[in-house]
């Protein structure tokens, strides 16, 4: 979770955590309403808190899935140019041995 998105679940508990005070403190109504209202404003707040991490946690796993397959391409396309340098490495190989070859048959004559 970045910084900035874990400031801002910070900052959305602390504002309805202050306002479920600010709202007891200013109730009119008998404690039993006022204890269903606390309890109510708390569900608000559980119920947006996880709104907000299930957010946060699908935006993390796009990401890392679009990272992982990033990475796959990466890979193939490392292994196939591998592929092509390894055989232009055998042609050149294969171009100086029979070099070395004719050379060696005159010095053999």
Not at 10 to 28: Q, Y
Not at 38 to 51: C, F, P, R, T, V
Not at 82 to 99: C, D, P, R, V
């Amino acid at each position: 979770m970045s910084i900035n998105k874990g400031n801002g679940l910070l900052a959305l508990l602390a504002g309805a955590a202050i306002g479920v005070g600010l709202g007891i403190l200013f109730a009119p109504d008998k404690g039993s309403k006022t204890r269903e209202k606390i309890k109510e404003g708390l569900d608000d707040l559980k119920n947006q808190a996880k709104s907000k991490w299930d957010s946060l946690e699908g935006e993390a796993k796009e990401k890392f899935a679009g990272s992982k397959e990033d990475l796959k391409e990466s890979i193939e396309n490392l292994l196939s140019d591998s592929s092509y340098k390894a055989e232009e490495a055998i042609t050149y190989l294969e171009e100086k041995l029979a070099e070395l070859k004719k050379q060696n048959a005159k010095l053999q004559k």
